[in-house]
């Protein structure tokens, strides 16, 4: 894949998970004191993010390069050369190897480093569904 296709996507991706902003805990059992309550949503919301880590690992974004095709040229060419009046005939072999790449290998390319990208981002909504409901059970609710 290109640096450039890669650089895109990469910034896609840390656009997307830049735009989800991060919800403001509050706890009802912990009223009181504001160093407790932080000090408790520190140590429940690392122990929910790893709960959450745990449960749902974030794929590792692939890139897909299509193989290069080889092709056998086996071929029988035949002429006439006017200037002598004669016909000759000559066997070709070799092979002819396709350049990945082009429209077909940049499209499934594309097509499949979108995939992973959407994979990733389904990845980090359950994520956040997971974390959030430890927290909730945990006693916290959201601002």
């Not at 656009?15 to 520190?42: E, F, T, Y």
């Not at 097509?111 to 974390?131: S, T």
Request: glycine share 12%.
């Amino acid at each position: 894949m290109h640096k450039a296709t890669t650089v895109t996507a990469l910034s896609a991706a840390i656009m997307i998970s830049g735009c989800a902003m991060s919800p403001k805990w509050s706890n009802p059992h912990l009223d009181g004191r504001a160093d407790v309550l932080q000090r408790q949503l520190v140590i429940d919301d690392g122990y929910c993010t790893r709960v959450a880590a745990g449960s749902v690992p974030m794929p590792v974004v692939r890139t897909y390069e299509p193989a290069p095709r080889v092709y056998n040229i086996d071929a029988q060419v035949s002429g006439y050369n006017y200037g002598t009046g004669t016909y000759s005939s000559h066997q070709i072999t070799g092979t002819a190897t396709a350049a990945p790449g082009g429209f077909a290998g940049g499209f499934s390319s594309g097509l499949a480093n979108g995939a992973a990208l959407g994979q990733a981002i389904r990845a980090k909504k359950e994520h956040e569904r997971v974390h959030r409901g430890c927290m909730y059970a945990l006693g916290w609710t959201e601002e």
